[in-house]
């Protein structure tokens, strides 16, 4: 079945098989590989993207479900060689270790911060209450969000 | 992890969708937010050889005011039921068990009528739905049909509703004095689903609590009312007393092995976390008195 597609800004037509997830369009057809899958199991973030304005877990999305629709990947937040705030907030504040769960991370709180320009740290642990990451410990992150939510 | 290799259906209206159920039968999944299939299908748990994707049905999404009724389209997603003014003013409840579903990214995808479909123990909008004294709307080959939660929670997983049938409407009465409600549950530290959730439903004159519908998940099979704690709420003042002696009979008519068990939380626990969370379901209702 063919879907169309607008990722980072870009218009894509696919051909997908209807049981493929939409993380495995953006990874293995678009080479987008900066989403991880970690769980697999809907629970764990790390493949979170904005879809049509929501961050969603694109392990849990079949692409046909995403057809017509407009996706934001880590891929597409830096503008023009400038990182976005952001990520140089992860990168300041150390809120990341491996780095796996980190472009969910970001995605999610994006989303946060569209939806709550000024977060409190509870806000900010509830928004991110669906990413999971097993090194840092989380107060790094919530730091960071908190650094980004001031620059933006 | 791919689910498995299905046909794929997508539906523009609520009659092509009956259709498609009518000639696939009993191969064929309604899909909406996805967010029980998928991963039922990725683990292989359910495999529909037919998907009908219902999720482009306009007809089936959006919260409305209709008279003395909040009208909710089974496609309404948890995000936007917890976000409702609606919602929150005039059936408060349904709005906390919204909000605490899961996390952010599975409130932005999961839909009320997947939700009370899919009848999970240990969801929880069905206590909410049930409490408030909700109406599921569904239609089938043989027209439409008006299904009380009260009716509508059978069992593990099991519901009123027929395989050839569409929950097209969640109905909540909104009318009529003052009433308060509140849902509020143990949360699985893992995956967040209720260990035990219970929501309340108080109508008030004054100090008095004229009736009250109080109903639980994740304790048992399904949703169930807690008769127990609505019969000494009824014609009470409302007071710390009255919340206690509620809490107290939370578990009145059931028996031990009516309360789920599994390796997290044993069948005592639930049976006591139940008191715990009648009482606090009712202390957070009425202080929004
Ligand atoms: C990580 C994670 C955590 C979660 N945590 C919670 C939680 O804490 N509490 C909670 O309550 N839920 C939780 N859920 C479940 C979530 O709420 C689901 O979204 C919901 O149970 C199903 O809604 P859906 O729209 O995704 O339905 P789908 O998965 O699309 O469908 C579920 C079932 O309902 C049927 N169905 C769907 N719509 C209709 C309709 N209109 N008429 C008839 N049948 C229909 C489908 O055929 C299917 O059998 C969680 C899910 C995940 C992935
Ligand atoms: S990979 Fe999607 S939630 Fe973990
Ligand atoms: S930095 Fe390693 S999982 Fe988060």
């Known amino acids: 079945m063919h879907i169309s597609l607008t990722v980072n800004g870009q218009p894509y037509t696919v051909d997908v098989e209807p049981r493929m997830l939409l993380v495995h369009v953006l990874r293995d057809v678009l080479d987008l590989t900066g989403t991880n899958v970690g769980c697999d199991t809907s629970q764990c973030g790390a493949c979170t993207v904005i879809m049509d304005g929501r961050a969603v877990k694109s392990c849990t999305v079949l692409a046909v479900q995403a057809d017509g629709s407009e996706i934001l990947t880590i891929e597409g937040l830096a503008k023009d060689g400038e990182l976005h705030p952001l990520q140089e907030a992860f990168w300041n504040n150390h809120g990341l270790q491996c780095g796996y769960c980190t472009p969910g991370m970001i995605m999610t709180a994006y989303y946060l911060l569209q939806t709550n320009p000024n977060p409190s740290e509870e806000e900010i642990r509830h928004g991110l209450e669906g990413n999971i990451c097993r090194c840092t410990g989380y107060h790094n992150i919530v730091r960071a969000v908190q650094e980004a939510a001031q620059r933006m | 992890m791919y689910p498995p290799k299905f046909d794929y259906y997508r539906a523009t209206s609520v009659d092509e969708a009956l259709s498609l159920l009518q000639q696939h039968g009993d191969n064929a999944k309604l ?10 299908m990725k683990t292989r748990l359910a495999q529909p050889a037919v998907l009908i994707d219902i999720g482009r049905i306009d007809a089936l999404k959006g919260i409305q005011v209709d008279g003395d009724t909040l009208r909710i389209g089974p496609l309404t997603t948890h995000a936007d039921i917890a976000a409702s003014e ?9 709005a906390d068990a919204a909000g605490v579903v899961g996390d952010v990214q599975v409130r932005n995808r999961g839909t009320i009528g997947g939700n009370l479909a899919h009848a999970d123990p240990a969801s929880d909008l069905p206590a909410a739905v049930l409490a408030l004294g909700g109406e599921i709307e569904v239609r089938g080959p043989n027209g439409s049909r008006t299904v009380a939660a009260d009716d509508f929670f059978q069992g593990l997983f099991t519901t009123a509703l027929g395989g050839d049938e569409i929950i097209t409407a969640i109905r909540i009465p909104a009318g009529g004095g ?6 509020v549950k143990f949360p699985h530290p893992a995956s967040g689903y209720a260990v035990v959730g219970v929501a309340a439903v108080l109508e008030l004159d004054g100090q008095t609590i004229t009736s009250a519908r109080v109903a639980a998940n994740g304790a048992f099979e399904c949703a169930k009312r807690l008769t127990g704690a609505e019969q000494a709420l009824a014609g009470a003042t409302a007071s710390d007393e009255a919340i206690a002696a509620a809490a107290q009979r939370a578990a009145e008519g059931f028996n031990a092995d009516d309360f789920m068990s599994d390796i997290f ?19 957070k209702a009425l202080e929004r008195a």
């Open chain 2, 86 to 94: 609606d919602v929150q003013g005039r059936a408060a409840a349904l």
């Open chain 2, 31 to 40: 899909l909406a937010g996805g967010h029980s299939l998928i991963p039922l």
């Open chain 2, 265 to 283: 939380a044993s069948s005592e626990y639930r049976a006591h976390l139940l008191g715990v969370y009648t009482r606090r379901a009712l202390q």
């Open chain 2, 178 to 183: 003052k009433r308060v409600s509140a849902y």
